[in-house]
DNA sequence: ATAGGGTTAG
């Protein structure tokens, strides 16, 4: 059929139904030879349809030749610019459309206020709502969903309540708007209490609403009630596209529950990359690293390339873990494959850092053009972490002319001045984030101001401190302040610290072997003995101290007293030599690091038989004379196995980075970096 | 007069 032959009747449909950039300039060359063109909202339609096309050249070649141009006109270019991305130029026609003195309507202003969202301007938004209000608009669901999302995402779900709350009429997406605003401002408790009054308002929940839900589950740590959205979700029959699958992949694996998780992505139809990330993620995030990295390796079989997000997941993994081979790869990989960004840089500058190379670490943040607050704040924490206080707290110097630092900046840098002993600075930094940054200190700014003070020995100015917080002394500070008393043996301090601790119900096993330690070395038996009951009652374990040692890109383990590995008598070998050859250095074995009650011979045993002992000898056995190792143990470095590896470095004449739960400790020539402070 | 404009996973 000829264009030529429709009726202007006919034209109009074709005309909305159509993306086709030539074919509709020919209808346009119809429309205006039949004449059409005197007739109404024509030009509007063509503009829209151009719009939809991605066309905006020929769109705005109409709305240039419209001598008066009314409300609908201004819209459809307005939703031209929105469709493809233009918010600049949304806002921009916004101005002149109210210059010229035409009065914007509600789809206007919806369009604007969304164009003031994507480009995080709340302050145009705000003079775009006087307008509204102006207007006449304020009660307009649509008009009032769009400032309700600008609010949020701007982080001002303050001021979003007060218009939710001021709202007449509010449909599901008004509801949806503030619930997915308030998760992800952090609130998913609240979330969760505003979806229970929705529901109690007799909103029916959709899909989207869902979706945050599904956040709030995943925020709040709340399994069963993320088992009963999916449940609901079921009942209702709810459309379960990949989107909605990986939301609950998503929150599964963010609180822990991976089977679960591993069970729905298994049944995600057609997977993507988004979906793998968030199992990937979730394996990283709970630990589960050769998993993740198993995972990472099946993602690319399957045919899908990693993108940032997945890598980053990734690097955690080889962070936590220690590998620096796997790292290197994922790092070579990206580089060829794909952009990197500020996050990706980032998370390479935590995993060198985190698998002891320190320096590379260095020469990629050097790398980083403009750099933002994680990544200051990762540099900062990676040199803590390295017992390099002094090079935190001048990076930290440098950070503060540049950029504002925040909470997480000033956790990281008292962290890295108290592993480094650097006393009176931590005073002096705790000061100025209260006085100059205003920054209320948090539990964890506490804790670690008492560990820097206790650790150094001033136990009372740190019991001091904690007397003094605003909020309930947690267990952070209390095992902060014990764990110093222990070390200097104040026993007045630390029992009062232990008591403290106690009440508090302490569920990490290590923190009761400390509490036990302590009251038996403060002589105090029978308190000492009640702990152990406790724990022995309470069915708890030790914690199986682990070291893994990365040799020729595999990752070797070895549990405390590990028999079963097949190199197990070489092994003993050798540390029975390295034993000979330090006691003629003049090594005596620090036995007061054996918390059973034991003999003393038997101690020493048990000394020798400590996990990171067992992975260094592995490594040594199995690596070409030289080579650095890298240990990576999941508890605290005992002791005497510091003062062993320092005696093993010389002897071997080898670097030998130890990582422990807290912080790295670099051996070189029979010194460690942390100067034996820890 | 009608359609359209607002919420959507790692």
């Avoid at 997915?180 to 929940?205: F, H, N, P, W």
């Avoid at 995943?218 to 088992?227: F, V």
């Avoid at 994922?330 to 935590?350: E, N, P």
């Avoid at 001091?464 to 909020?471: G, K, N, P, R, V």
Wanted: one cysteine or more; aromatic letters at 8%; charged letters at 20%.
């Amino acid at each position: 059929m000829r264009l030529k032959n429709l009726s202007p009747q006919d034209l109009k449909p074709l005309l909305l139904g159509c993306r086709h950039s030539a074919l509709i300039s020919q209808i346009h060359a119809v429309m205006v030879s039949s004449g059409l063109f005197s007739s109404g909202n024509s030009n509007a339609q063509l503009i829209s349809s151009y719009g939809r096309a991605g066309d905006l050249e020929s769109a705005h070649k109409v709305f240039d030749k419209i001598s008066l141009r009314r409300v609908d006109s201004w819209n459809a270019m307005l939703i031209a610019y929105s469709r493809n991305e233009c918010p600049v130029e949304v806002v921009n026609a916004y101005k002149q459309m109210v210059f010229e003195g035409v009065k914007p309507d509600s789809s206007t202003f919806t369009v604007a206020l969304k164009a003031c969202t994507i480009l995080q301007d709340l302050e145009k938004g705000e003079v775009i709502w006087e307008k509204v209000v102006e207007c006449g608009y304020e009660n307009d669901i649509f008009v009032g969903s769009s400032i309700l999302n600008l609010y949020a995402k701007c982080g001002k779900m303050d001021k979003a309540a007060i218009v939710f709350e001021k709202m007449q009429k509010r449909d599901t997406v008004c509801w949806t708007t503030m619930i997915t605003g308030i998760v992800q401002s952090g609130k998913g408790r609240e979330a969760v209490d505003l979806y229970r009054r929705m529901q109690k308002e007799g909103m029916v929940s959709d899909g989207v609403v869902m979706l945050g839900l599904m956040q709030a589950c995943a925020n709040i740590a709340d399994t069963k009630l993320g088992l009963s959205v999916h449940g609901y979700m079921i009942r209702r029959a709810l459309p379960m596209d990949v989107n909605m699958l990986t939301s609950l992949v998503d929150m599964y694996a963010k609180n822990g529950e991976l089977d679960l998780a591993t069970r729905v992505f298994r049944k995600i139809p057609c997977r993507n990359t988004v979906s793998w990330s968030a199992l990937i993620s979730g394996f990283a995030q709970n630990g589960f690293a050769v998993n993740a990295l198993q995972l990472l390796i099946e993602m690319q079989l399957s045919g899908l390339t990693p993108d940032v997000a997945s890598l980053v997941s990734a690097l955690l993994a080889c962070s936590h873990i220690g590998s620096l081979k796997l790292g290197r790869s994922i790092h070579g990989y990206a580089v060829r494959k794909v952009i990197m960004d500020q996050v990706l840089s980032t998370a390479f500058i935590d995993m060198y850092a985190k698998c002891g190379l320190i320096s590379c670490a260095r020469a990629l943040y050097e790398h980083i053009g403009s750099k933002d607050l994680i990544c200051w704040n990762t540099i900062i924490a990676c040199y803590g972490i390295h017992g390099h206080g002094r090079e935190a707290l001048t990076l930290f110097q440098q950070m503060k002319d540049k950029i504002e630092p925040d909470h997480a900046t000033f956790a990281a840098l008292l962290s890295a001045l108290s592993h480094s002993g650097l006393v009176e600075e931590g005073r002096h930094w705790f000061d100025v984030m209260v006085n100059e940054y205003n920054i209320k200190p948090s539990e964890k700014h506490y804790a670690c101001l008492v560990d820097l003070l206790a650790r150094a020995g001033e136990v009372e100015e740190a019991k001091d401190i904690i007397i003094c917080m605003e909020m309930k002394p947690g267990l952070a500070v209390w095992v902060a302040l014990l764990s110093g008393c222990h070390k200097h043996k104040k026993f007045l301090i630390g029992e009062l610290a232990a008591n403290r601790v106690l009440e508090l119900i302490p569920e990490n096993t290590g923190t009761l072997v400390l509490v036990a330690n302590f009251f038996a070395a403060a002589k105090v038996w029978d308190k000492a003995a009640a702990v152990r009951k406790v724990m022995k009652k309470a069915g708890m374990k030790k914690v199986p101290g682990y070291s893994a040692v990365e040799v020729n890109g595999r990752l070797h383990a070895f549990l405390m007293g590990d028999t079963s590995h097949p190199q197990y008598e070489q092994i003993i070998g050798l540390l029975c030599n390295l034993e000979n050859e330090m006691k003629a250095m003049g090594y005596v074995p620090k036995t007061e690091f054996v918390w059973q009650n034991l003999e003393e011979e038997a101690k020493v045993k048990v000394l020798c038989y400590h996990s990171e002992r067992l992975a260094i000898a592995f490594g040594l056995l199995n690596t070409a004379p030289g080579t650095r190792l890298l240990i990576t143990k999941n508890l605290r470095v005992c002791g005497d196995c510091h003062e062993v590896t320092k005696f093993i470095s010389v002897i071997v004449k080898r670097e030998i980075i130890v990582r422990d739960v807290k912080r790295f400790h670099h051996f070189k020539d029979g010194i460690c970096s942390c100067g034996d402070y820890w």
